[in-house]
């Protein structure tokens, strides 16, 4: 009888440490998910990635014919290839100084890069309808991960 007492109490704290064990690996797990920071990543299953949001703070600053902040949203590389600021403000102000409207999101994803053009920037292409004066421009960009912070380095537009 003895023995059998002892064997049940031996099963119950059995028991007691595999549910402790239990409920400590769920708090610590609900824990970890409640502390991270959400990543792009996580932005593209619940909502809009952050490289996204920057190009569409890009294209509405250019919509509004401010040079100026969307030149601060452009790699240091593609600043150089523009040219100084005054010559950008020159591009923006004969492109997008005409600009009806808000522009339009197209689509937005990511950029391949099979020969590493982007030096593992996490490339990501998105596209904006603009309507200007002469009828109906897309505009898509090229954004790179510059140290954490996402960055315009290509803009191509096509008359539609």
């Given at each position: 009888?003895?023995?059998?007492?002892?064997?049940q109490q031996g099963l119950v704290r059995?028991?007691?440490?595999?549910?402790?064990?239990?409920?400590?690996?769920?708090?610590?797990?609900?824990?970890?998910?409640?502390?991270?920071?959400?990543?792009?990543?996580?932005?593209?299953?619940?909502?809009?990635?952050?490289?996204?949001?920057?190009?569409?703070?890009?294209?509405?600053?250019?919509?509004?014919?401010?040079?100026?902040?969307?030149?601060?949203?452009?790699?240091?590389?593609y600043q150089l290839l523009i040219g100084?600021?005054?010559?950008?403000?020159?591009q923006v102000n004969e492109a997008f100084?005409?600009?009806?409207?808000?522009?339009?999101?197209?689509?937005?994803?990511?950029?391949?890069?099979?020969?590493?053009?982007?030096?593992?920037?996490?490339?990501?292409?998105?596209?904006?309808?603009?309507?200007?004066?002469?009828?109906?421009?897309?505009?898509?960009?090229?954004?790179?991960?510059?140290?954490?912070?996402?960055?315009?380095?290509?803009?191509?537009?096509?008359?539609?």
């Open positions: 009888m003895r023995e059998s007492q002892n064997l059995t028991r007691v440490v595999i549910v402790t064990i239990f409920v400590l690996a769920v708090l610590g797990v609900v824990g970890y998910f409640a502390l991270r920071q959400p990543s792009s990543k996580d932005a593209q299953t619940g909502g809009t990635p952050a490289y996204q949001q920057v190009a569409g703070q890009f294209f509405t600053a250019m919509s509004k014919n401010d040079s100026h902040t969307t030149w601060g949203m452009m790699t240091s590389r100084p600021e005054d010559a950008w403000k020159k100084g005409t600009s009806t409207g808000t522009p339009t999101f197209v689509s937005a994803g990511k950029q391949s890069d099979p020969k590493n053009t982007y030096k593992n920037q996490d490339p990501h292409r998105v596209t904006y309808l603009f309507t200007l004066k002469d009828g109906k421009w897309s505009s898509t960009v090229i954004m790179l991960n510059i140290n954490g912070t996402w960055k315009v380095d290509e803009l191509e537009s096509q008359a539609q």
